[in-house]
């Protein structure tokens, strides 16, 4: 069974998912209990790590299907992936500026990892010729 995607729709998914992510990291950190900062997932890792390699798995998901295309044809695939990279970073150097908030190098870690994963589950996706134009 192939899996039907709109280009349009993808993109439009792709930017409302970016714009979302910078939304969030420009929204100053509210006072919270600062024991929830550091809780574990399972004992073994920071449960926002985790949020942080979701978000940007996502990103990399909708950036994925939006250019399948080039995908398709192997073209561009080092400028996504650059692309995601660059934003990743970006996202965590906005959080300097911002009251409350701090820059931190595992977060840009599970950012730009979880780009990548995005992006691979579509490229492994495309492999297996699941996808067809609609």
Avoid: C
């Amino acid at each position: 069974m192939k899996l039907r995607y709109s280009k349009r729709i993808s993109g439009i998914l792709f930017w409302a998912w970016l714009v979302f992510i910078l939304i969030m990291t420009l929204i100053p950190k509210l006072p919270v209990d600062t024991d929830s900062d550091k809780s574990l997932f399972l004992g073994l890792i920071r449960l926002d790590y985790l949020v942080h390699f979701g978000v940007f798995g996502i990103l990399g998901f909708f950036l994925g299907i939006w250019q399948l295309e080039k995908i398709k044809r192997k073209k561009s695939i080092s400028f996504i992936f650059l692309f995601g990279l660059l934003f990743a970073y970006f996202d965590e150097f906005l959080q300097i500026f911002i009251e409350g908030r701090k820059y931190n190098i595992f977060d840009f870690y599970f950012n730009a990892i979880g780009f990548i994963m995005g992006l691979v589950f579509i490229i492994i996706l495309n492999k297996k010729a699941i996808f067809s134009k609609f």
